[in-house]
């Protein structure tokens, strides 16, 4: 495991949001805002992806199955 593994898995789900969130927060004042709009074409399929996925059931397991598997309780973010 490097050394960047084992930091990052010695940090908790809040701590993690929380270094995501500034990350962002940074980008957002350090990248100009852009005034293209998407593609035609690319709009057309996000569209599409949106459509589909109202209906589609979830991959990620709920906080429940995800306890019975490991076999201890999981923490929420």
Same mark, same amino acid.
Request: aromatic residues 0%.
């Given at each position: 495991? $490097?050394? !960047?593994?084992?930091? !990052?898995? #010695?940090?908790?789900? @809040?701590? *993690? #949001? +929380? =270094? *995501? @969130? @500034? =990350?962002?927060? #940074?980008? *957002? %004042?350090?990248?100009?805002? /852009? /005034? $293209?709009?998407?593609?035609? #074409? =690319? +709009?057309e399929l996000l569209a599409r992806l949106v459509e589909l996925d %109202?209906? +589609?059931? &979830? =991959? !990620?397991? &709920?906080?429940? @199955?995800?306890?019975i598997e490991s076999g201890r309780p999981v923490e929420a973010a």
């Open positions: 495991m $490097s050394d !960047v593994d084992a930091a !990052v898995s #010695r940090l908790d789900s @809040e701590h *993690c #949001r +929380a =270094i *995501c @969130e @500034e =990350i962002g927060a #940074r980008l *957002c %004042h350090a990248l100009p805002p /852009t /005034t $293209s709009d998407l593609p035609a #074409r =690319i +709009a %109202h209906g +589609a059931p &979830s =991959i !990620v397991p &709920s906080l429940e @199955e995800m306890e």
